[in-house]
């Protein structure tokens, strides 16, 4: 055997150049694949001797599989790939040609990779059995110089051309039955007090909910104070199913609300609904903290439970103290969307948030609400933003002075432009 060529691997290779990585990459792309297929012909040679007369197996791939440290399947899609690409020999001696000759030519010369092999093989055997040799042939030899340079595209292109060509009339349709639309979506609650969400989609139902979250999962635009939208992808499609939920919940058909935003039950102590420490119950089957239950009760995501320190409840949350459609539609005209500075969400991804808490005695009426997107929402209540009503009627923020010392006031201008 003549001696192979290795290139040289730089000392440091994290100083070099994106030039010098690409022809690395490809000088070594080329390397394995000559190797493979030197090992093809090895293969095909074990093969054409027999392998049980050689080394006492019953096949080359079970021979195969033992040297290489492969199953039975790996070895054996190896062997075949070897035998289809290479010429063999039949018991008598005389040359069995191979089945791919163009193929395993640019094979061995390092300009087909396996897997543009194994895909120019599977559509050969699709090649009728009636066919002439000479159209077979040519066949081969079309995908044999495309698969040196072409994707699995193009050959897959190239390939319906082909059988298009050797067989125009095709296999005889059948007339397809119309499948029930298979849809599964489970949830459950996790140890951990999270819920786990898993689910099995048509193709159909899945683009509908990937156009939906794709549409809501943007990142943020860069805020006033440079501050980017760091979410990850999968962070930005949970927040983006909060606002796909909040917006069929506050549906004025669907069952069981009337347009309200009620969810659950959260049960709470007075003094921890004031306070904002502590915790509260979710529904009797779950804990939340005790500012999420005053964030949620802003806009009635959930109906309140208050209790006193002996376990009797206190106030038990009242349709009037909703934010009622009309209401609702009237902070809509108003604000026109989420009122924080350079948000540029729009009323129906907002809720409304109370000023003045109406656990601190803050009324639900306009003066005290304002619209805020759901991270808004939750900026108010966990940051050190405050928000107030101006004497125009209108909602003005103040920043922390982490953000502007002077801390001077700020509205959102984006949606009175």
């Not at 691997?9 to 690395?24: D, M, S, T, V």
Request: negative net charge; charged residues 25%.
């Amino acid at each position: 055997m003549s001696e192979t060529f290795l290139p040289e691997l730089p000392q440091e290779l994290w100083r070099a150049g994106k030039l010098e990585l690409a022809h690395g990459v490809q000088q070594f792309l080329q390397l394995m694949r000559v190797a493979s297929a030197a090992l093809g012909q090895f293969l095909a040679e074990v093969e054409s001797r027999g392998s049980k007369d050689l080394y006492g197996y019953g096949s080359t791939a079970a021979w195969f599989a033992d040297v290489a440290g492969l199953s039975r399947g790996e070895a054996q899609s190896v062997v075949k790939r070897a035998i289809a690409l290479n010429p063999t020999r039949a018991l008598d001696g005389t040359e069995v040609p191979a089945f791919a000759p163009t193929v395993g030519a640019a094979a061995a010369e390092g300009m087909i990779g396996d897997e543009r092999i194994d895909q120019i093989l599977e559509i050969l055997a699709k090649i009728p059995a009636d066919t002439s040799v000479e159209d077979r042939e040519s066949a081969e030899k079309i995908l044999g110089n495309l698969g040196r340079g072409a994707g699995p595209r193009q050959v897959t292109k190239a390939a319906e051309d082909i059988l298009g060509w050797l067989d125009p009339d095709g296999n005889e349709p059948k007339e397809p039955e119309p499948k029930q639309p298979r849809r599964e979506v489970t949830l459950e609650r996790r140890r951990d007090g999270f819920w786990k969400l898993t689910g099995l989609l048509d193709d159909e139902l899945g683009a509908r909910t990937a156009a939906a979250l794709e549409a809501y999962a943007k990142p943020r635009p860069v805020d006033e104070f440079g501050q980017a939208d760091l979410r990850m992808k999968c962070e930005r499609q949970g927040d983006a199913w909060a606002e796909l939920l909040d917006l069929a919940i506050a549906c004025p058909d669907q069952p069981g609300t009337s347009g309200y935003r009620t969810l659950v039950h959260v049960t709470i102590g007075l003094e921890e609904l004031k306070s904002g420490i502590g915790k509260a119950c979710l529904d009797f089957v779950g804990t939340m903290t005790a500012r999420e239950a005053r964030m949620a009760a802003c806009d009635c995501l959930m109906l309140p439970v208050v209790m006193n320190a002996a376990g009797e409840p206190l106030d038990v949350g009242r349709l009037r103290r909703f934010v009622t459609p009309g209401q609702r539609r009237a902070l809509n005209i108003r604000d026109r969307g989420c009122a924080f500075p350079g948000c540029h969400r729009k009323p129906k991804n907002c809720h409304a948030h109370h000023i003045e808490h109406w656990a601190d005695g803050g009324p639900t009426d306009l003066r005290n609400l304002v619209l805020l997107c759901g991270f808004h929402h939750r900026l108010i209540h966990y940051g050190d933003w405050q928000v107030r009503m101006a004497a125009d009627g209108l909602p003005e923020f103040i920043p922390p002075q982490y953000l502007d010392p002077l801390q001077g006031i700020r509205r959102n201008t984006l949606h009175r432009a």
